[in-house]
């Protein structure tokens, strides 16, 4: 109902000659905000009143439902098929991507079918939870996905992946690009193919990968095997495109800009920076005021970790709400949102919730219908 009065609203409005018509929950193309939290997957209209909706439930609410978590990425060809971490039931099955159809382009009346999922091997599982977390599209339907590895302690065997199609499939094929991730994080892919991933610790900063490979054999750039047996690139390029530093101590989000540039995330300094197309650092768009701490209460402006960009380059960002209790840090009860930063021109505004009272909302993702 409220999304056929809006689109009344809207024909009225385009009738008098008014432009810039949008509904409040995503028709007409307006963006949607998709983000998981408490293995719930929500979506968000970015209107002027803010619509949400669960779109998938987590299995402990819903009998049939799929614990959901980490980046949402969409196929770049308009199937309205999106990736998520997903891990119902594990360690049976273990833990891995989820491929999902989406239908319906409002919110609200949104609802998505799993089609498939992507489970690769993983380094030191008999130690540590396998934790799948990052994911972007390649231009040609190429997926690059991300595992946190070890986050704390021990070596540092995050992993990234590059998936080839057909994706739904009992057994799609894989070639991993690196195992040597430091807490690997946000998968970012650009207008010429080139994969940027997050690492919060050992080396920290964010890594770009070129040479990508074609296929899963040593003709297509895969001739190598890891610990676990599984394909291993022979071709892949790495470098450490941006160093973590005062700025951005914890890397953690990573995504461009309209503008060419990149924004990355801390969590643990509650800062979003803008880097420039060379790596080098410009300015922040997010900091806590001065003065704030983290303590029993987060920062007021948020600790962003998955972070997203619509095409009018207004930014989202999953606040995890971490708080100090105990001397440790962590999520604090319901102490998560979601928030949305605007421009005026090019100053950035102060950051909107979108949502709040949340349970570790840990990224987001843009779909334009």
């Given at each position: 109902?409220?999304?056929?009065?809006?689109?009344?609203?809207?024909?009225?409005?385009l009738?008098?000659?008014?432009?810039g018509?949008?509904?409040?929950?995503g028709?007409?193309?307006?963006?949607?905000?998709?983000?998981?939290e408490g293995?719930?997957?929500?979506?968000?209209?970015?209107g002027a009143?803010?619509?949400?909706?669960t779109v998938i439930?987590?299995?402990?609410?819903?009998?049939?439902g799929r614990d959901?978590?980490?980046?949402?990425c969409?196929?770049p060809?308009g199937s309205r098929?999106?990736?998520?971490g997903?891990?119902?039931g594990?360690p049976n099955?273990?833990a891995?991507f989820?491929?999902?159809q989406?239908s319906?382009?409002e919110?609200?009346?949104?609802?998505a079918s799993q089609?498939?999922k992507?489970?690769p091997t993983?380094?030191?599982?008999?130690?540590?939870?396998p934790?799948?977390?990052?994911?972007?599209?390649?231009?040609?339907?190429?997926l690059?996905?991300s595992?946190?590895?070890?986050?704390q302690?021990?070596p540092?065997?995050g992993q990234v992946?590059?998936?080839?199609?057909?994706?739904?499939?009992?057994?799609p094929?894989?070639?991993?690009i690196?195992?040597?991730?430091?807490t690997?994080?946000?998968?970012?892919?650009?207008a010429?193919?080139?994969?940027?991933v997050?690492?919060?610790?050992?080396e920290?900063g964010v890594y770009?990968?070129?040479?990508l490979?074609?296929?899963a054999?040593?003709a297509?750039g895969?001739?190598?095997t890891d610990?676990?047996?599984?394909?291993?690139?022979?071709s892949?390029?790495?470098?450490?495109?941006?160093?973590a530093?005062?700025n951005?101590?914890t890397?953690?989000?990573?995504?461009?800009?309209?503008?060419?540039?990149?924004?990355?995330?801390?969590?643990?300094s509650?800062?979003?920076a803008?880097?420039g197309?060379?790596g080098k650092?410009?300015?922040r768009?997010?900091?806590?005021?001065a003065?704030?701490?983290?303590?029993?209460?987060p920062?007021s402006?948020?600790?962003?970790?998955?972070?997203?960009?619509?095409r009018?380059g207004?930014?989202y960002?999953?606040?995890?709400?971490?708080?100090?209790?105990n001397?440790?840090f962590?999520?604090?009860p319901?102490t998560?949102?979601?928030?949305r930063?605007r421009?005026?021109g090019?100053?950035?505004?102060?950051?909107e919730?979108m949502?709040s009272g949340?349970?570790?909302?840990d990224a987001?993702?843009v779909?334009t219908?």
């Amino acid at each position: 109902m409220a999304g056929r009065v809006a689109r009344l609203m809207c024909a009225a409005a385009l009738a008098l000659g008014a432009g810039g018509c949008s509904d409040a929950t995503g028709g007409n193309g307006e963006p949607i905000v998709f983000g998981p939290e408490g293995n719930n997957l929500n979506a968000y209209s970015t209107g002027a009143n803010v619509v949400k909706q669960t779109v998938i439930r987590n299995s402990d609410e819903d009998p049939n439902g799929r614990d959901i978590n980490g980046q949402v990425c969409f196929a770049p060809d308009g199937s309205r098929v999106f990736v998520a971490g997903e891990d119902t039931g594990q360690p049976n099955p273990p833990a891995g991507f989820g491929l999902f159809q989406l239908s319906g382009s409002e919110v609200g009346s949104l609802s998505a079918s799993q089609i498939g999922k992507l489970t690769p091997t993983y380094p030191g599982a008999e130690t540590s939870i396998p934790d799948p977390y990052g994911c972007s599209f390649l231009s040609d339907g190429r997926l690059v996905t991300s595992d946190i590895g070890n986050n704390q302690s021990g070596p540092a065997n995050g992993q990234v992946i590059v998936w080839f199609p057909p994706l739904d499939v009992a057994s799609p094929s894989y070639c991993k690009i690196d195992v040597t991730v430091g807490t690997a994080g946000q998968v970012y892919v650009d207008a010429e193919n080139r994969v940027y991933v997050t690492s919060s610790r050992v080396e920290p900063g964010v890594y770009r990968y070129t040479n990508l490979p074609t296929s899963a054999d040593a003709a297509g750039g895969c001739g190598a095997t890891d610990e676990t047996g599984a394909p291993l690139s022979t071709s892949v390029v790495r470098e450490r495109f941006i160093v973590a530093d005062a700025n951005i101590p914890t890397v953690n989000g990573v995504t461009g800009t309209p503008q060419g540039t990149f924004y990355v995330s801390s969590v643990l300094s509650g800062v979003i920076a803008e880097y420039g197309a060379d790596g080098k650092f410009v300015r922040r768009i997010l900091e806590p005021p001065a003065g704030e701490t983290i303590g029993f209460d987060p920062y007021s402006t948020g600790t962003p970790l998955g972070i997203a960009v619509d095409r009018t380059g207004t930014v989202y960002y999953a606040d995890l709400g971490l708080v100090l209790r105990n001397g440790r840090f962590g999520p604090g009860p319901r102490t998560g949102t979601v928030r949305r930063i605007r421009f005026a021109g090019e100053i950035p505004q102060p950051p909107e919730a979108m949502d709040s009272g949340l349970r570790f909302p840990d990224a987001v993702g843009v779909f334009t219908p």
